[in-house]
């Protein structure tokens, strides 16, 4: 039994004319000789507006009864489109979370997937041509609905499609694929028609919102052939996958760039065993991702050590220091909102040398100087003022080459 997984967001699904056209891809699927299962998000604005009738009726809504009322969006939307496919003549059903049933753990509002029982869905297909499943919900193991976080959507229909052994899985959004950086502030942006999983986690982990990055984890660890494409076009996409010579042929894949970010720096602290820990080991206890560090040289044995955090993380992050800095001897807190990161990305890196160099000397000049540096072994990321970083996407972008048809 061949098997294709697609799933469709929030946009694809809004109204009847869009469903329509979704209905277009899954008898597309169809034709090529497959049992599709369709996975779908809540129709869009739909989840934004129960979390804001969860507010209006809780000074404090409680997690768990949330994830059981927003939940709801997707409810509505594989029941409204296997309505849609029964009305065409296909031979469909609608499915929840708990129905097959995906289990999660117990962190409502962000919970990650532990197991999903394939033996429904198998039979479910013997049965019927089309499964639409609802994305973004799970169950713990005592039975509780749960919801795994914004995009969510795309983790759940990588992950039946790792379960199913589906020949790709399809995400439909509203772009038709993966693009060296963003068109919307670059204009030779290049639609990308391959790009690996580490490349595509990079991308994801500096904002790019093309697909939640914990589908990409997932899709990495089970092998998983990701296609992302358009609902509103036939463009084949990008294909997602493992790296291949081609691949590392190219120096820089792409240039992503996050401004969601602040900076935050403890002066004057003492350089001895333990500093580093006391500042650190606070923030991780409170869950704060902490990004670039970067701890001067010593000077008469007295240094400071400057992190970047999540600027949603700003308030809670000073607070803790503000506790932190008398217990290490720090002379004082100090914080930036107005940084950005820019990344040049490329499992290139791995082969090839002097990217950095390259990319230091045009950022140079135009003027842009460098606040921090840290890389990876196919990331080199920098932190500048945020005014700079339309400019300095583009310096980058047009440095590598990256407007160019190399596919």
């Given at each position: 039994m061949k098997i294709l997984v697609q799933k469709f967001g929030g946009t694809s699904v809004a109204t009847p004319e869009s469903m329509k056209r979704v209905r277009e891809k899954v008898l597309s699927g169809l034709?090529?000789?497959?049992?599709?299962?369709?996975?779908?998000?809540?129709?869009?604005?739909?989840?934004?507006?129960?979390?804001?009738?969860?507010?209006?009726w809780s000074a404090s809504p409680d997690l768990a009864e949330t994830d059981a009322l927003v939940s709801t969006g997707e409810q509505v939307s594989v029941s409204l489109f296997a309505m849609m496919l029964k009305d065409a003549g296909i031979r469909a059903r609608s499915l929840l979370a708990w129905?097959?049933?995906?289990?999660?753990?117990?962190?409502?509002?962000?919970?990650?997937?532990?197991?999903?029982?394939?033996?429904?869905?198998?039979?479910?297909l013997a049965e019927y041509d089309v499964l639409v499943v609802a994305g973004f919900q799970g169950r713990t193991a005592d039975g509780r609905i749960t919801t795994l976080g914004r995009g969510g959507s795309d983790t759940s229909a990588v992950a039946l499609?790792?379960?199913l052994n589906s020949v790709?899985?399809?995400?439909?959004?509203?772009?038709?694929?993966?693009?060296?950086?963003?068109?919307?502030?670059?204009?030779?942006a290049r639609k990308m028609d391959h790009i690996a999983y580490e490349e595509m986690l990079e991308m994801a982990s500096m904002g790019a919102k093309v697909l939640h990055i914990r589908s990409v984890e997932f899709a990495k660890k089970y092998k998983v052939p990701v296609r992302v494409r358009s609902t509103f076009s036939n463009d084949p996409g990008t294909l997602v996958t493992q790296e291949d010579s081609r691949m590392e042929a190219v120096l820089v894949s792409g240039i992503a760039y996050d401004k969601d970010q602040a900076r935050v720096t403890l002066r004057d602290l003492p350089d001895i065993p333990g500093t580093a820990a006391a500042v650190f080991g606070p923030l991780s206890e409170k869950g704060i991702l902490v990004d670039m560090i970067v701890?001067?040289?010593?000077?008469?044995?007295?240094?400071?050590?400057?992190?970047?955090?999540?600027?949603?993380?700003?308030?809670?992050?000073?607070?803790?220091?503000?506790?932190?800095?008398?217990?290490?001897?720090?002379?004082?807190?100090?914080?930036?909102?107005?940084?950005?990161?820019?990344?040049?990305?490329?499992v290139g890196m791995r082969n090839h040398s002097g990217v950095a160099a390259r990319a230091f000397s045009a950022l140079t000049q135009e003027g842009i100087n460098i606040l921090m540096i840290s890389t990876s072994e196919i990331k080199i990321t920098i932190l500048i003022q945020e005014k700079y970083v339309e400019l300095a996407v583009r310096i980058l972008h047009d440095a590598f080459g990256l407007d160019w048809d190399i596919d």
């Open positions: 034709a090529q000789g497959c049992k599709v299962v369709a996975v779908l998000s809540a129709r869009a604005g739909e989840t934004n507006k129960l979390l804001a009738l969860a507010e209006e129905q097959i049933p995906i289990v999660t753990d117990d962190d409502f509002g962000n919970a990650r997937i532990r197991s999903i029982d394939s033996a429904i869905l198998k039979d479910c499609a790792a379960v790709e899985c399809e995400i439909y959004t509203d772009v038709d694929g993966v693009y060296t950086t963003d068109p919307n502030i670059c204009s030779t701890q001067n040289t010593s000077l008469d044995g007295r240094t400071d050590i400057t992190f970047t955090i999540p600027r949603k993380d700003l308030r809670q992050t000073l607070e803790i220091m503000e506790d932190v800095a008398p217990r290490t001897g720090a002379s004082e807190v100090i914080h930036d909102v107005s940084v950005a990161k820019v990344s040049a990305i490329g």
